[in-house]
Each structure stands twice: as C-alpha cells, then as structure tokens.
C-alpha cells in the first residue's frame, strides 16, 4: 500500500502540471512562439474550434516522394493548442515514402489504416528500429529521433498519427541538406558525398550553390 506521504507527495506533483484554465485556443492571427499561440478571448471561441474536417481528405501524393502528410497542428487545429496533442494523416502512393525526418517537438505514435508499411527509426546510438507494419498495427518514434515511413505494398497505404506535441514540428534530412543554399563544398565535406550526385539532388530537390 502506498505510504500516506507519497501519496500526498504524488498529488502535488499531479498538481503542479494541472491546468489553470479549460483551454487555450490558438489566436491565428498572432505569430507563434516556442510556447505556441497566445489564446483567443473566450468570447471569441466557438465550437468550430475544436472540431476539424481535414484528415477525412486523401493527401496529394503527386509528388517526387509520392506521399502527403495531412497536418491537424495547432496551426491548422487551434483547439489543440497548449493541450500536447496533435495528429497528421499520412498517405502513400505505391512506392511512397517519408524520408527521414525528425519532430523536434513531440514523440509520435502511428497507426497503419490501409496497406502495409516499412517503418523505422535509429537511436542515438545508432541502433535501428525497423519493422513492417500492416493494416491495425501501431509504432512509436521518440521525440527527436530520425525516422521514416515506405510503403511496403502495390498499393496505396494510409496511416494516421498521434503525436504529443500541438507543434511538433518536422525537418526532412533530405531537404535540409539538399533543398536550400548550403554549399555543395559543405555538403560533401559534411556527408562523404559526391560532388556530381550532391549537385544532381539540389536540382531534383531546388537547391542552389
């Protein structure tokens, strides 16, 4: 049995992280800072608020990756803001994939809906988590840590995650490197990288320099 001390110990620890208010809707309108948006007046919240359609919609994935992730963010969603949730709505094209990236913010838990799924994602000690998720099947990739999503079938593949953050936020390894301005030079001297195939990806992926 739990001693009376720690119990009481647990309730104020509980209690510490107990919000002040029923919620904070995001104000859109207001730029966003890393503790997220500054809440819309109370009066000025509705019940659209908390309800939003957009997951229901297939993703365009008419793209060089053949994939589309469907954010329901704070941005998109401002009822999850201050809440540490999310979701996004994840769809593969045959031969689609989500490179690796990384959610700075928020870990993450995805559940495969349609299809099947190679996921994965690698540790800080660089020891990989790899399986092949079908239809039912979750995963969860710590907050951080560089991941990745291919579809594993002939045909299309839909998943939705979770993540625990209203901003989780995502920076892909492959546009990071090869979508901006960073020097080729830079790229092969930080990479090992060919100086020819750096150069081939910026301009399949619009970088410059």
């Keep these: 049995m739990m001693s009376p001390v720690i ?13 002040v208010q029923d919620f904070c809707v995001g104000d859109l309108t207001a730029p966003e800072s890393p503790a997220g948006y500054s809440c819309k007046k109370p009066a000025m919240v509705t019940v659209a608020d908390f309800v939003y ?25 401002p009822g999850v803001n201050g809440l540490g949730i999310s979701l996004a709505r994840l769809d593969l094209a045959a031969g689609g994939v989500v490179p690796f990236h990384t959610h ?41 840590l560089l991941h990745f999503q291919v579809n594993a079938g002939g045909t299309i593949a839909k998943a939705y995650a979770s993540f625990g953050s209203a901003s989780p936020g995502l920076q892909i390894v492959d546009y990071a490197l090869f979508a901006n301005d960073l020097p080729t030079p830079l790229v092969a001297a930080t990479t090992f990288l060919d100086i020819a195939q750096i150069k081939k990806l910026k301009g399949v992926l619009g970088g410059t320099n």
């Design 53 to 77: 359609s957009g997951l229901g919609v297939a993703g365009n994935t008419s793209n060089i990756i053949k994939a589309a992730v469907t954010p329901a963010f704070a941005a998109q969603f």
């Design 104 to 144: 700075p913010g928020g870990s993450e838990v995805l559940l495969v809906v349609q299809g099947s799924i190679t996921a994965g994602f690698v540790s800080t000690a660089n020891k990989v988590y790899l399986k092949t998720l079908k239809t039912g099947d979750i995963m969860v990739f710590p907050q951080g």
């Design 7 to 19: 119990f009481i110990f647990s309730l104020l620890v509980f209690s510490c992280h107990a919000a």
